[in-house]
């Protein structure tokens, strides 16, 4: 559903969100050791996330990447989501046409209409704050 570039922007940010909390930046190498993700790559998703001002880029001897803790509660899937990927998540075929609308529908056109509204209330309603939280108690992993 997610690009590939987009999941490791989503795993980026809630390994930032993890490490601000405790008062930490983290390196593009500490980002791509931890998420799995080649380091060039992920240098490229971390500058549209500082972009779009999703996280901060700190330069110097003590730098890294960092989000305001006041900020972590702030943040929103759906940002993540558009820094990386645009919203073409939202208006997207089903089966991956190019053409599908109204006009042209695919086979599930239709039914995939409440998926696609579904996704969009939960990358709206969720914050970084709350992943961070499942994975600092277990309840999540980013990694196995």
Do not use: W
């Amino acid at each position: 559903m997610f690009s590939k570039a987009c999941e490791y922007g989503i795993k980026a940010s809630i390994f930032i969100a993890i490490s601000s909390s405790e008062g930490k930046r983290v390196t593009p190498k500490q980002i791509a050791e931890e998420i799995n993700s080649p380091q060039a790559f992920t240098a490229k998703i971390l500058q549209a996330l500082v972009k779009h001002n999703v996280i901060n880029s700190v330069k110097g001897a003590y730098g890294g990447f960092e989000i305001e803790k006041n900020d972590i509660s702030k943040i929103k899937l759906a940002q993540i989501v558009n820094a990386i990927d645009g919203d073409k998540i939202y208006r997207g075929c089903g089966l991956g046409l190019e053409i599908c609308d109204e006009n042209h529908p695919c086979p599930v056109h239709d039914k995939f209409k409440s998926v696609r509204t579904d996704l969009q209330n939960m990358l709206e309603s969720t914050t970084l704050e709350e992943l961070a939280i499942n994975i600092k108690s277990g309840a999540s992993f980013l990694k196995v």
